[in-house]
């Protein structure tokens, strides 16, 4: 499990905001999926953490998931990795996501969540 928790400029979401989770691929095979409901409890450029209550088994697989959330009043969706998977309680899931972002993409969320912190939506850790 890879952890790039001391990351800087990791932005947590309080309260966490809602998003959605889409599997795009698993063991590198392409796979359709629903989106399914999830939290975004923290962001970065390079990735973020979800909590949902989906069991994906991401310690036995490499998971390719697309992550769609709203910042402000703009949709993202970004392309990434489950790089870990935590159980959280007894109904839930925390994964770690790394994220692929191009530098055009890791500039507007830096822009977006300097914003948002700055209005106190969000917390700088």
């Given at each position: 499990?890879?952890?790039r928790?001391n990351?800087p400029?990791?932005?947590?979401i ?16 392409p ?28 310690e036995n697989h ?5 992550v769609h ?9 970004f ?13 839930f899931?925390?994964y770690?996501?790394?994220?692929q ?12 969540l ?6 106190r ?5």
């Amino acid at each position: 499990m890879n952890s790039r928790r001391n990351e800087p400029f990791r932005y947590t979401i309080n309260p966490p905001m809602d998003c959605w989770i889409e599997i795009k691929s698993i063991d590198f095979k392409p796979v359709s999926s629903k989106l399914a409901e999830a939290e975004l409890i923290d962001i970065s450029k390079s990735g973020c953490r979800i909590k949902t209550q989906l069991n994906l088994h991401a310690e036995n697989h490499s998971i390719g998931a697309a992550v769609h959330f709203q910042l402000s009043e703009e949709n993202y969706t970004f392309l990434g990795e489950i790089r870990w998977q935590k159980p959280y309680g007894s109904e839930f899931y925390h994964y770690g996501l790394s994220l692929q972002l191009t530098s055009e993409e890791k500039e507007k969320i830096n822009v977006e969540l300097r914003s948002l912190a700055a209005a106190r939506r969000i917390v700088v850790m």
